[in-house]
T-cell receptor, first 112, second 112 residues
Framework: RKEVEQDPGPFNVPEGATVAFNCTYSNSASQSFFWYRQDCRKEPKLLMSVYSSGNEDGRFTAQLNRASQYISLLIRDSKLSDSATYLCAFGDTNFGNEKLTFGTGTRLTIIP | NAGVTQTPKFRVLKTGQSMTLLCAQDMNHEYMYWYRQDPGMGLRLIHYSVGEGTTAKGEVPDGYNVSRLKKQNFLLGLESAAPSQTSVYFC???????????FGPGTRLTVL
C-alpha cells in the first residue's frame, strides 16, 4: 500500500456546488495532518491543518478519521477561485526522521 | 518580509554539469527542506535540515548534496546533473516539524 493515496481527479464541479476529497495514509503513527493548495505553476500553500475533532475555516471543512486512516476536505459553495490542485500531507517522527509525506494531489476545476 | 526565496527561477543544464540552488528564508525558521516535484509523483523530500550546521537525507537524496552553513540559507547542489534530475525544485521552511511549511516559488530545472 502506498504511504499516501489521493484521487488525482480531475474533479470538474459547477460553481456553487459542494465537493469533497479524501486522502488515505498508511502510517498509523502519523501525528500531523494538513491540506495544501497549489495553483498551476506555483508553490504549495497551506490551506488548513487537520485536527482530531475536525475543523472548519469558512467554506472549508477538514476531518480526520484515525480508525480508517484518512483525512477529508469539504468545500461548500465552490467558487471559480477554488480551482487548484489540493495536496494532502502527513507528518511522522519515525525514529527521529521527521518528515511530511505529500500526496500527489487532486485537481479541482470549478466550472462557471 | 520576503518569506522563502529561491534562485535561480529557471535553469537549463547539460548532462554532467554542476550547479547550486540557493534557498533563503527571513522567518528565522529552524527547519528547511528541499523537495522535487514531478508529474504524477507529488512532492518528494530530497534533504532537510533541522538547524544550522545540520542536514539529513530525505526520500530521494541520491545525486544531491546540501549545506546549511547559515540558519537562513539552505543550498542544494547537483555535482553531475543527469536528465532524471529534470524537475521543479521547491525549498520550504518551518518553525518546527509540526507547523506549516512555507514554500519558495520553485526552480524549474531542465537537464539535457
Amino acid at each position: 500500500r502506498k504511504e499516501v493515496e489521493q484521487d488525482p481527479g480531475p474533479f470538474n464541479v459547477p460553481e456553487g456546488a459542494t465537493v469533497a476529497f479524501n486522502c488515505t495514509y498508511s502510517n498509523s503513527a502519523s501525528q500531523s495532518f494538513f491540506w495544501y493548495r497549489q495553483d498551476c505553476r506555483k508553490e504549495p500553500k497551506l490551506l488548513m491543518s487537520v485536527y482530531s475533532s475536525g475543523n472548519e475555516d469558512g467554506r472549508f471543512t477538514a476531518q480526520l478519521n484515525r480508525a480508517s486512516q484518512y483525512i477529508s476536505l469539504l468545500i461548500r459553495d465552490s467558487k471559480l477561485s477554488d480551482s487548484a490542485t489540493y495536496l494532502c500531507a502527513f507528518g511522522d517522527t519515525n525514529f527521529g526522521n521527521e518528515k511530511l509525506t505529500f500526496g500527489t494531489g487532486t485537481r479541482l476545476t470549478i466550472i462557471p | 518580509n520576503a518569506g522563502v526565496t529561491q534562485t535561480p527561477k529557471f535553469r537549463v543544464l547539460k548532462t554532467g554539469q554542476s550547479m547550486t540552488l540557493l534557498c533563503a528564508q527571513d522567518m528565522n525558521h529552524e527547519y528547511m527542506y528541499w523537495y522535487r516535484q514531478d508529474p504524477g509523483m507529488g512532492l518528494r523530500l530530497i534533504h532537510y535540515s533541522v538547524g544550522e550546521g545540520t542536514t539529513a537525507k530525505g526520500e530521494v537524496p541520491d545525486g544531491y548534496n546540501v549545506s546549511r552553513l547559515k540558519k537562513q540559507n539552505f543550498l542544494l547542489g547537483l555535482e553531475s546533473a543527469a536528465p532524471s534530475q529534470t524537475s521543479v525544485y521547491f525549498c520550504a521552511s518551518s518553525r518546527d516539524f509540526y507547523n506549516e511549511q512555507f514554500f519558495g516559488p520553485g526552480t524549474r530545472l531542465t537537464v539535457l
